[in-house]
C-alpha cells in the first residue's frame, strides 16, 4: 500500500493525523523538492521540517521515497499543448545536464531515502521521452541496487523504452481525473481499462500499483477537488454529493468502491495499490475511512485466493 504525502500538509506536527501511517507500507513525499535545469536538486525551505515530521513516524521496515517536480512551464499563456512542450524542453535541459543523477543519489543518501520517484505526465513528444528514458537508465546506474526508482503514470503517455521500463522498479497508475459517460470519477470499470493498457504495454504485474483517489471531482468535468474526510457523511450510496454553493454534482469513490477496486487489482496479479492523497482520508477510527477500505479489499483477495485450500 503506496501513499503520496504531500509536503504542505505536514508542515505543523500538531495537526498532522498519523492514525493511517501503521498501514501503509511504501510512503512518497511530494511538493517539497524540485530540480531545475541544471540538474541541481532543490530542497523546499521548510524541507527539514516537513521531513522530521515524517520520517520518525514511519514504522520500522517501512520505504520512504523522495518525489521529484522539475522546472515548471515559463510561458504566461498559450495551450496546454504548449505549455507542456516549453515544460518537457526545460526537463529535457536537466535531464542532459550529466548531473542530476549524482545529485539526486546525494539526496537520497543525506536523508535516508529508499529511492526516487518522479511524476511524470508531461512528456508529449518522442523527443523529451528519448531525453528522459536516457536520464532513468543512466539514474539506475549511479544510484545501483541500493535505490529504487519509481514513476506515477497515466495510461496513454506511455513513452518509456524497454530499456527504461527495465530499470523502472515501480509505476504507479494515474487512475483518476477520469470519467465515465455518465459523468462518474474514477470507475472499476475505468481502473480496468488502464491496467489492460499498462499490462499491454508490457510492464511487468509485480510493478504496477493502481491508484486509488481520495478525492471527488464533478460529474462535469469543472475544475474542482473535493476531499474524502469533509464530505464522507454527505455523499449518497453512488458516491454522489450536490454541492449547493458550486450547483455542481461531484463523484467520490466511496468505501465498496476502492474496497472492490483494491481486490481487483491484486486479483490481477498487480503488486498494489497507490493513494493520492494520504491527507485526503478520514481517521482511521471512522469505520468508512478509505484506508480501512484497503485494508478490507486485501482481506477479500487473500480470501478469494485462498478458497479451495485445504
Given amino acids: ?17 498519523y492514525s493511517h501511517f501503521d498501514q501503509i507500507t511504501d510512503f512518497i513525499l511530494i511538493g517539497s523538492a ?9 530542497l523546499a525551505e521548510n524541507f527539514d521540517a516537513v521531513y522530521n515530521n ?43 545536464s550529466g548531473k542530476l543523477e549524482a545529485n539526486t543519489r546525494s539526496v537520497l543518501e543525506q536523508y535516508g531515502f529508499d529511492g526516487v520517484y518522479f ?25 545501483g541496487d541500493k535505490y529504487k526508482i519509481g514513476l506515477a503514470m497515466s495510461n496513454g503517455r506511455f513513452g518509456q523504452s524497454k530499456e527504461a521500463m527495465a530499470v523502472t522498479d515501480f509505476v504507479e497508475i494515474m487512475n483518476y481525473d477520469v ?12 481502473a480496468n481499462k488502464d491496467i489492460r493498457a499498462f ?18 471531482r464533478p460529474t462535469t468535468q469543472e475544475e474542482y477537488w473535493y476531499d474524502y474526510k469533509t464530505y464522507w457523511n454527505r455523499i449518497d450510496e453512488n ?10 454534482t461531484f463523484s467520490f469513490n466511496t468505501y465498496d468502491v476502492i474496497k472492490k477496486k483494491v481486490a481487483f ?46
Avoid at 4 to 10: A, H, K, N, P, Q
Avoid at 204 to 212: H, T, V, Y
Wanted: proline share 4%; with cysteine.
Fill in 265 to 310: 487489482a491484486l486479483s490481477r496479479g498487480l503488486g498494489g495499490v497507490m493513494v493520492w492523497n494520504y491527507a485526503y482520508d478520514a481517521p482511521a477510527d471512522n469505520e468508512l475511512a478509505l484506508f480501512n477500505a484497503i485494508e478490507d479489499g486485501i482481506r477479500t483477495a487473500y480470501a478469494e485466493n485462498t478458497k479451495g485450500i485445504n
Fill in 1 to 17: 500500500m503506496t501513499a503520496y504525502l504531500i509536503g504542505r500538509d505536514f508542515q505543523n506536527k500538531d495537526v498532522i493525523d
Fill in 119 to 143: 511524476d511524470y505526465e508531461y512528456p508529449i513528444n518522442r523527443k523529451s521521452w528519448k531525453s528522459f528514458n536516457r536520464f532513468i537508465v543512466s539514474l539506475a546506474s549511479v544510484l
Fill in 54 to 96: 515524517i520520517a520518525p513516524h514511519i514504522p520500522p521496515g517501512k520505504r520512504f521515497y523522495l518525489n521529484l517536480l522539475g522546472p515548471k512551464c515559463t510561458l504566461e499563456g498559450g495551450s496546454w499543448n504548449a505549455r507542456m512542450r516549453n515544460q518537457g524542453n526545460l526537463h529535457t535541459r536537466a535531464f542532459e
Fill in 199 to 216: 499490462l499491454k504495454k508490457g510492464y511487468a504485474r509485480s510493478k504496477l500499483g493502481l491508484g486509488l483517489p481520495f478525492y471527488a
Fill in 239 to 248: 458516491g454522489l454529493y450536490s454541492d449547493a454553493a458550486t450547483g455542481l
Fill in 34 to 42: 524540485d530540480f531545475d535545469v541544471n540538474g541541481r536538486v532543490l
Fill in 179 to 190: 470519467w465515465d459517460k455518465a459523468g462518474n470519477h474514477s470507475t472499476l470499470e475505468n
